[in-house]
């Protein structure tokens, strides 16, 4: 599985700590930054993660700032991008379960890195459930 990942300032620990433990279990990642606490423009890194997914040289994406919140709003702006906000495992699941989300941005000033492992985790093992949710998916890009 090949996963492009990235990072602002607030999030580049969480982002080492999520790459060191999936290396383990065959996890390829494409890392896009940054890493280091020098202030950085999260949409920089954001873009080029989203840019990875739309041109399919990696299966999803990762994003992680201190609230998640530009990321995810970064991402949201590419029209192919459906990039779900988690801060726990269950909304990482249902981010694909109901909205076959592409990108995941986690929130590393309000979680541990356990947690955000759990969370990358529980997305991972999570399957797109179609249907009903399909055509909802569908009414999502402009």
């Known amino acids: 599985m090949k996963v492009a990942i990235g990072c602002d300032h607030a999030g580049f ?19 896009h930054g940054t890493s280091g606490a020098e202030s950085v423009d999260y949409p920089d890194f954001g ?11 990696v299966h999803f994406g990762i994003l992680i700032c201190g609230s998640a919140n530009g990321m995810a709003m970064t991402a949201n702006k590419h029209n192919t991008i459906r ?12 981010s694909k379960q109901h909205n076959n989300a592409n990108v995941i941005a986690l929130p590393a000033r309000f979680i541990t890195q356990e947690l955000g492992l759990e969370i990358v ?22």
Not at 13 to 31: G, P, R, S, W
Not at 83 to 94: K, S, V, Y
């Open 13 to 31: 620990e969480l982002k080492d700590y999520v790459i060191e433990q999936l290396k383990m279990e065959a996890v390829d990642f494409t890392d």
């Open 47 to 57: 873009h080029l993660v989203c840019n990875d997914v739309e041109e399919g040289r």
């Open 83 to 94: 990039c779900g906000l988690c801060w726990l495992p269950e909304i990482a699941a249902l």
């Open 121 to 142: 985790r529980a997305y991972m093992a999570a399957e797109y459930e179609g249907g009903r949710h399909q055509r909802r998916v569908d009414k999502i890009p402009c």
